[in-house]
């Protein structure tokens, strides 16, 4: 077997509810802004009992796609266009042949194109119409966000999209890096992409009962759920010895990745399968429960979930855990579902890279049933050699990456 590579990150990029861009995210979440305000976007939302979301706010398609091209692009590929272009940018690679055969697309989403559903439900069940647009099929397929970064981008290794809820942007991400690792791409454009705030998105929703209505606090004594959110973010991975060899600007090394299944419940977190996650990914990347500092939870703000990754990080790190800085990103950007991982992914690699721990924000005192250090309410400069990206979804799929300094 020959030796494994090793891969690193030179590029990112992201369309959030607090900015367009990767730079202007990060510097939002940093400074402890929310994201999280009156849903806009969908329909008839008169009628909804929840009235909060995290929306990207003021995003204009046609600044950066001609006018006829939108009629085959959903919200959910228009966002992970802007964000791997981006993030190939920062990147400075030019994907031409045959560089171009060698590159992965590996987009996580939970739930594709969810407004041209809503638009063409609508069209068919209340105006009575009886055509739909002819491509609204490649529109709303789930592949389409990968489909549409690689033809967008010119790339033309092995692209697909990977749907597991909540997980599947870190899912994405981390079979990228295999893929990297192990010699079948050289480079990888990945992440996630969400656009899922629609009336009826946000109504079956509504019925699980698991929203907050009106923030999101993570790991917080009153937390009262979750808060649906949306967007992008995308990375460019390369082997150390290709970006060193460019001359490249190393963002972080990602250095291990772990998965497991529940195998128990659809929708209640085991804190058994999260803990063998977070185990897989340090055993993947040598690294001991010491050798980490801070750790991006999967953080949703229910009851449920927190409680049980707090007791997961409990099982993984014993006396350790009081020690790690735990955050939740989601309390600024809301959950984005399938996109949620490669947000998080963004925060990760910067955390690392400036050494800065994003906050919890919403904070309003410890939880008995969460008793470590949730960074609360406002960021904290503090070393970090190695860190951790969280990832559980409902239908027990967890997947966690861990991401090392690069000096």
Not at 166 to 175: D, E, K, V
Not at 205 to 218: F, G, I, K
Not at 367 to 390: F, G, H, T, W
Request: charge should be neutral.
């Amino acid at each position: 077997m020959s030796e494994l590579r090793r891969v690193v990150v030179t590029g990112l990029g992201a369309v959030s509810p607090l900015g367009h861009t990767a730079r202007s995210t990060w510097a939002e979440l940093k400074a402890g802004v929310s994201g999280i305000g009156p849903i806009t976007l969908a329909a008839d939302r008169e009628a909804l009992s929840q009235k909060v979301a995290a929306e990207v706010k003021d995003f204009d398609p046609l600044k950066h796609f001609e006018e006829r091209r939108l009629s085959t692009l959903d919200r959910v590929s228009q966002f992970a266009m802007v964000a791997a272009r981006e993030a190939i940018a920062q990147s400075g690679i030019v994907f031409d042949m045959p560089r171009s055969l060698r590159t992965a697309t590996i987009v996580g989403t939970g739930t594709g194109g969810q407004t041209t559903v809503d638009e063409s439900y609508r069209r068919v069940y209340l105006e009575n119409k009886q055509r739909v647009f002819p491509l609204t099929i490649p529109k709303l397929m789930v592949n389409a966000p990968a489909s549409q970064v690689s033809m967008d981008c010119g790339l033309r290794g092995p692209a697909f999209v990977v749907a597991s809820a909540c997980a599947s942007a870190t899912h994405a991400i981390g079979l990228a890096f295999q893929m990297v690792r192990g010699g079948v791409a050289d480079y990888a454009v990945t992440g996630g992409s969400e656009a899922c705030i629609t009336f009826g998105v946000v109504r079956c929703w509504e019925a699980m009962r698991v929203m907050a209505p009106d923030t999101a606090r993570p790991f917080s004594k009153d937390r009262k759920g979750l808060i649906l959110g949306e967007g992008a973010a995308m990375l460019v991975l390369e082997t150390l010895e290709s970006a060193q060899a460019r001359g490249a600007t190393i963002l972080a090394e990602i250095v291990g990745f772990g998965m497991s299944a529940d195998a128990g419940d659809i929708t209640a977190p085991d804190q058994g399968g999260m803990a063998r996650a977070i185990e897989g990914a340090l055993a993947d990347a040598k690294l001991a429960p010491q050798d980490i500092q801070y750790i991006n939870a999967h953080g949703t703000g229910t009851a449920a979930n927190d409680e049980t990754e707090t007791q997961a990080l409990h099982q993984v790190f014993g006396g350790h855990a009081r020690k790690l800085a735990v955050s939740s990103t989601k309390s600024m950007i809301g959950h984005a579902l399938g996109a949620a991982g490669a947000l998080e992914m963004v925060a990760t690699v910067m955390a690392v890279r400036e050494g800065v721990a994003p906050p919890t924000v919403n904070f309003l005192g410890p939880d008995p049933a969460c008793d470590l250090d949730y960074v609360p309410n406002e960021a904290r400069k503090m070393p970090i050699e190695a860190a951790l990206s969280n990832s559980f979804a409902f239908g027990g799929l967890n997947a966690v990456l861990a991401v090392r300094k690069f000096a």
